[in-house]
Nanobody, 125 residues
Framework: QVQLVESGGGLVQAGGSLRLSCAAS????????MGWFRQAPGKEREFVTA????????LYADSVKGRFTISKDNAMNTVYLQMNSLQPEDTAVYYC??????????????????WGQGTQVTVSS
């Protein structure tokens, strides 16, 4: 089993920044990808960004390119999401996710078998 524990999030004004963290524990395997999805009220869960653990390949949704940065700490099995220039449309519950055994990055939420509890990000205008 894999456990994902998120931290960070909160309320910020438009143009501000936040950083999310997600620590993975358990049987993550030697090849996996970790990423972030978000879900706003009344909308489907959408891909934000992800990184492969061994190769460090990264993919961003077009809506966050240039504003969000994903990074990882291999020793701590932790992934970070630095969010800059936040806008009200970024308001959502952000979920950390892990795709065990992945060699690439999937944009589909169904590809990720493990999820964090979610953390609220609210951006006020």
């Amino acid at each position: 089993q894999v456990q994902l524990v998120e931290s960070g999030g909160g309320l910020v004004q438009a143009g501000g920044s936040l950083r999310l963290s997600c620590a993975a524990s358990g049987r993550t395997s030697n090849s996996f990808a970790m990423g972030w999805f978000r879900q706003a009220p009344g909308k489907e869960r959408e891909f934000v960004t992800a990184i492969t653990w061994s190769g460090g390949n990264i993919l961003y949704a077009d809506s966050v390119k240039g504003r969000f940065t994903i990074s990882k700490d291999n020793a701590m099995n932790t992934v970070y999401l630095q969010m800059n220039s936040l806008q009200p449309e970024d308001t959502a519950v952000y979920y950390c996710a892990l795709d065990r055994g992945a060699v690439g990055i999937s944009l589909r939420a169904t590809a990720y078998g493990y999820w964090g509890q979610g953390t609220q990000v609210t951006v006020s205008s």
